[in-house]
């Protein structure tokens, strides 16, 4: 596919086709399989300042939290009881939690027996290694926009090139490295996603995430209208056509849209659903965005409803790490 044709399925009305065949492909190179990967969302304290986030250091209207070094290892450890083959840790990018400390925090999760992605932002390349070094297996930075222009309107004082340059830096360490964008920031153009989805792809990346843009009253984007659930799907199942073998998640931000969102970005190329395990005190002030869904790890019944959802499409819930295929691939090469 090239640019124009990308174009042309993101401004198609019809595109049953294509998600269709983005639901084949996934099932080929990924299988009929689903992976779950448990989320912790330790910390919102952030120094960034991205203008659609909910908690961007400028919002005063948000209860900040850090969970200590044990909090994170117990909710951890909680998610590898209930069979959780991988955890996130994701934060605000806060500088408390300094080298050292997340490299203590990194090799105690590393020994519960579990795949570790981080989602922490841009950090230096010695701090990523010394995380990898610790045991962090993968890293999730979205791009948010390859359009540089429209990249710094979005995220004042921040510095696109080396955005760009962490996820080079991420590949290069021997991260199975994540990324994705925003669908609907103010002003974003079809042309401008199609050049993103090429980005996903001259990249290597071996995970993608994406979803719509959820306007948070708090933030600048107040008065923006959310972003397109059906372009956001267009465009997951566009990733997916052109990258057979990553793994591409149901993100929360579709469901939150949409109530059948995970599921129909399930039956459109998506493979990965992200169960949420923050401890609930902590959780409700992890407010990137407005009533944000999501599955409730903790919550026995809503997990069971996830497993059903799945095998309901055919699937079956991943009993192993859930490695992209991607990122296999070329460690054989
Ligand atoms: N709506 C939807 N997604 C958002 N994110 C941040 N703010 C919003 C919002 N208002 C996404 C960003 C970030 C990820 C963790 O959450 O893409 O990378």
């Known amino acids: 596919m090239n640019k124009k044709e990308i174009i042309d399925i993101l401004k198609a009305e019809n595109t049953e086709g294509v998600l269709i065949k983005a639901d084949t492909i996934r099932r080929k190179y990924c299988g009929n399989i689903v992976h779950l990967r448990a989320l912790i969302e330790f910390s919102n304290f952030c120094k960034k300042q991205c203008v659609y986030c909910g908690i961007n250091s400028k919002i005063k209207n948000v209860i900040r939290y850090r969970l200590s070094e044990n909090e994170i290892i117990e909710t951890a450890k909680k998610a590898s009881e209930l069979g959780f083959k991988t955890v996130v840790l994701q934060s605000g990018e806060d500088d408390f939690f300094g080298t050292k400390k997340m490299c203590s925090i990194i090799e105690k999760i590393k020994e519960l027996n579990v795949a570790l992605t981080l989602s922490l932002g841009e950090k230096t390349k010695e701090e990523y290694k010394a995380y990898k070094n610790s045991g962090a297996d993968r890293y999730l930075l979205r791009i948010e926009t390859t359009d540089e222009k429209l990249y710094k309107k979005m995220h004042p004082n921040a510095d696109f090139k080396n955005r760009i340059k962490c996820l080079y830096n991420l590949k290069e360490l021997g991260y199975e490295t994540g990324s994705g964008i925003l669908i609907g920031l103010p002003e974003q153009t079809v042309d401008s996603i199609a050049d993103d989805i090429l980005f996903f792809k001259k990249l290597n990346a071996d995970m993608i995430g994406l979803g719509p843009l959820i306007t948070h009253k708090e933030t600048l984007l107040k008065n923006y209208p959310c972003g397109s659930f059906e372009l956001a799907l267009k465009a997951l199942a566009i990733t997916r056509i052109l990258m057979p073998n990553i793994n591409i998640p149901a993100t929360t931000a579709m469901e939150t849209l949409l109530k059948e969102g ?59 790490y859930g490695t992209s295929k991607n990122f296999i691939a070329q460690k054989h090469l």
């Open 262 to 320: 995970r599921k129909i970005a399930l039956k459109s190329g998506a493979n990965v659903v992200m169960p949420n395990i923050t401890p609930e005190i902590a959780k409700e002030n992890y407010s990137i965005y407005p009533n944000k869904q999501g599955i409730n790890a903790l919550d026995k019944i809503e997990l069971e409803n996830l497993k059903n959802e799945i095998i309901s499409i055919g699937d079956t819930i991943s009993n192993d």
